[in-house]
């Protein structure tokens, strides 16, 4: 397990519900980047918005590594659709 603090991360939004998160977690998010074409270590292409802007998949242990990247502005991680009924 990892522990994770809401003021642990500067460029990552979105919580994670528990304090202790598996590292091998999937979490998905929508990623920018400062160099177009850029994709960051550790994340897997969903979708390709535009040259900076895309969605994609990584493990809970790449977030300080995607924190911690210059050429990332910002990581929004998804949260659960809560269901209507």
Known sequence: MFTTKSAQFHKIDGSLRAAAVDPDMILKA?????EPGYVPPGV??????????????????????LDSDPK??????????????
Do not use: F
């Open 30 to 34: 929508v990623v920018k980047v400062t």
């Open 44 to 65: 897997t292409v969903r979708s390709q918005i535009d040259e900076t802007l895309l969605t994609g998949e990584a493990t809970a242990s790449t977030l300080p590594v």
């Open 72 to 85: 990332i502005v910002s990581v929004s991680l998804s949260r659960p659709l809560r269901i209507i009924d």
